[in-house]
Each structure stands twice: as structure tokens, then as C-alpha cells.
């Protein structure tokens, strides 16, 4: 059974509409994070919650949200869509024996913008 | 925080075995080195991680200088499968909502 959860898979948008990125993790972590990877850039750290706090904020646009309804959900809000914004977004989760760095990644949501 | 330096690419022979390097040579009494590995279309997979001299598991060793200056992963008897991305990344590793600083990292071709 997959332990991060993220939906949709796939995602297509049309610039200047809102989308909601959803993850799961069934882990018992505390820690929950998003990361982008756009096509050939390094993967780049966004946000950090620890128990549904927000820890973190490397994103310079406030169109990026997360929304934490549940400490081991942390959804990603993305509103006013530019092209720019095509990515693969990745949710990881830790916080197994206080080892924060070792972060368990989901399967990503390839987003597109057109 | 510290920077990591590795070779962007390398190639091997299925049943080689592969040995990454990574130079950080800014590290931080505090920080752990780690290793991650992302195949494509999938996120990152945690392979293992150190402080000092030698750590082994049942996927990956690693050996990490006096100074931890420089460590080397080392990948016995790769397969097809190991064909990845290698990132080595430097970090505290207790802090809760801490970041993973991915660079370019080591893109391993695995020839049969």
C-alpha cells in the first residue's frame, strides 16, 4: 500500500486558474513538506509544517498556499496559474525517531499550465 | 550551509561496482550526510546517511573522510535499476521541517 498519497497524478491547467494539489501520508510522521522539480532544474525545497505549523517558506509567491486539515494531510493551494508554474510537484513526510532529513517522497503531481 | 560538489555523470557495466563521490567541504559539526536517488518519473528515495567513518546497509556503504570533507557512496554489484540521479545533501538532521538542498547531483547510466 503506498504510504504518501498524492492526487491527482496528472494534472492540466489554463494560466490564471486555481488548482489544489492534495497529499496523504499514512507514515505517522509529523513533518510534512513540498518540494518542485521543473523540467531539467534540480528539485527545490517550498515548504516545511511540523505538526501542521508552518516551519518553513522558501516560495516567494504567495500564490503558493498549503492548507493543513489534518496533521497528515498538507495540501498545496496554487492560485492565478502562470506557465512557469509547470512542474512535477513532490510531498515527502518525516519524523521517524526525530531524523527529519530522512524524508519519504510521494509519487508526484505532474502539473502543466497551458 | 554547506555546499556539495559531485561528478555530474557516470557510467558502468551491470555487476560493477559504482563508487560516487561527494565533496562538502563546508560542513558543520552539526550536519549528517546524506544520500538520496530519484529514478525517473518517481520522487526521491532515501538510500542512507552518516556522520563519520563507515556506514553500510543492506542497499549502499559509506565512507566518509577524518576531516568529512569528502564521502563516497558505494553502490555494490549495480543493476539496471540503479540507473538514477545520485544527490548527496548535508544537513542537520534533527531539525523538524528542515530542507533538503538538492543540487545537480551524479546521473549514473547503468550499461548491460
Known amino acids: 500500500d503506498p504510504k504518501i498519497i498524492q492526487k491527482p497524478k496528472y494534472l492540466v491547467a489554463v494560466t490564471g486558474s486555481e488548482k489544489i494539489l492534495i497529499c496523504e501520508q499514512y507514515l505517522g510522521h509529523n513533518a510534512m513538506y513540498w518540494y518542485r522539480q521543473s523540467a531539467k532544474k534540480p528539485l527545490e525545497f517550498m515548504f516545511s509544517?511540523?505538526?501542521?505549523?508552518?516551519?518553513d517558506n522558501q516560495t516567494a509567491s504567495s500564490r503558493f498556499q498549503p492548507q493543513s486539515s489534518k496533521k497528515n494531510h498538507l495540501d498545496l493551494q496554487i492560485t492565478a496559474l502562470k506557465p512557469d508554474d509547470s512542474a512535477t510537484y513532490f510531498c515527502?513526510?518525516?519524523?521517524?525517531?526525530?531524523?527529519?532529513?530522512?524524508?519519504?517522497f510521494g509519487p508526484g503531481t505532474r502539473l502543466t499550465v497551458l | 550551509l554547506a555546499k556539495t560538489t559531485q561528478p555530474p555523470s557516470m557510467e558502468a557495466y551491470e555487476g560493477q561496482e559504482v563508487n560516487v563521490s561527494c565533496s562538502h567541504t563546508?560542513?558543520?559539526?552539526?550536519?549528517?550526510i546524506y544520500w538520496y536517488r530519484q529514478v525517473p518519473h518517481q520522487g526521491p528515495q532515501f538510500i542512507i546517511q552518516g556522520y563519520k567513518d563507515y556506514v553500510v546497509n543492506e542497499v549502499a556503504s559509506l565512507f566518509i573522510s577524518a576531516d568529512r570533507k569528502l564521502s563516497t557512496l558505494s553502490l555494490p554489484w549495480v543493476s539496471l535499476r540503479d540507473a538514477a540521479v545520485y544527490y548527496c545533501?548535508?544537513?542537520?538532521?534533527?531539525?523538524?521541517?528542515?530542507?533538503?538542498?538538492f543540487g545537480g547531483g551524479t546521473r549514473l547510466t547503468v550499461r548491460p
Open positions: 515527502a513526510s518525516s519524523g521517524t525517531g526525530g531524523n527529519y532529513a530522512e524524508q519519504f
Open positions: 545533501i548535508v544537513t542537520d538532521k534533527g531539525n523538524a521541517g528542515a530542507k533538503l538542498t
Open positions: 563546508n560542513i558543520a559539526t552539526s550536519e549528517y
Open positions: 509544517y511540523s505538526y501542521q505549523k508552518l516551519m
